[in-house]
């Protein structure tokens, strides 16, 4: 029997992507000089950091870089980590939720601050924020965090102001053309979790994408689409480490609470109309 998100299972899916001839490549470097067939290999360290510097391991001895966006809260911050996956070759960057934690704390102290308050407060923590990350390793990139729970979406700080006044080239959302790269995310703990996603999802290509028959449920439908020299030539590919274990009692909890919470976010995205 084969099961997903485990360690072998990974080493399987990026074994396959080498067989088929692409490159990974962090997002920092695909900005400066993409590659032709490729998979931005993006990796959101949301928990449970030790899950991605062994990630981080395993694709140095492969020979792979990817990208890896740490959130400034206690279960994704580690700057020992943070230190030792930058050593190995890999981007960090910085994966904010400023606007969604910034308004809940105003919430919270029952402060009565209008949109433009918060957007101005948010840009403060954000750079707060990226300049504490940046006293440990460079960073050139951010990534939005996607903070389901809040009816705040952190892009939006963006509409103010833009992340390039801080020395950042580059925003997955905003600086990738989606038209020409592929999207595959394991939020949910599948592949094609963007039902139950609030907000890591490209809903304008998504619909084209389901109407081409571009969606995989799990890593072995990804691994049967590259045998049948299905997928594009380029592609990024967000991994969340926590989700991936070997067969054992983590790897256990986390499918019983990804089964657990992913009708949870269903509703909560009916209930919003996200």
């Not at 490729?38 to 395993?58: G, Q, T």
């Not at 750079?127 to 990534?143: D, G």
């Not at 072995?220 to 991936?244: G, V």
């Amino acid at each position: 029997m084969q099961f997903d998100f485990t360690i072998d299972t990974y080493l399987k899916l990026l074994a396959k992507f080498e067989e088929k001839g692409y490159q990974f490549q962090p997002f920092c470097d695909y900005l400066k000089s993409p590659q032709q067939k490729v998979v931005i290999l993006r990796n959101d360290v949301d928990k449970l950091p030790e899950n991605s510097l062994r990630f981080a391991r395993i694709q140095s001895n492969l020979g792979i870089k990817g990208s890896y966006y740490f959130r400034s809260v206690r279960g994704s911050w580690d700057e020992r980590i943070i230190k030792e996956i930058s050593n190995l070759g890999h981007e960090i960057g910085y994966h904010y939720e400023n606007l969604a934690v910034v308004a809940k704390v105003a919430l919270s102290l029952h402060h009565e601050n209008n949109s433009s308050d918060i957007l101005d407060l948010a840009l403060l923590d954000f750079k707060n924020q990226l300049n504490r990350l940046r006293c440990i390793v460079p960073v050139e990139t951010i990534c939005m965090h996607g903070s389901p729970t809040s009816v705040y979406d952190s892009k939006d700080l963006w509409k103010k102001f833009h992340y390039s006044a801080f020395g950042i080239i580059g925003e997955p959302y905003f600086d990738i053309d989606f038209s020409k790269v592929f999207y595959l995310t394991d939020t949910g703990r599948c592949w094609n979790g963007f039902n139950v996603s609030v907000r890591d999802k490209v809903k304008k290509y998504q619909k084209i994408w389901n109407a081409n028959g571009m969606v995989y449920k799990s890593s072995f439908s990804i691994i049967k689409a590259l045998d049948n020299n299905e997928l594009p030539n380029q592609i990024m590919m967000t991994f969340h480490p926590q989700r991936w274990n070997d067969l054992n009692y983590a790897w256990c909890k986390e499918l019983i609470f990804q089964t657990l919470k992913n009708p949870l976010k269903k509703g909560l995205i009916r209930f919003r109309k996200i």
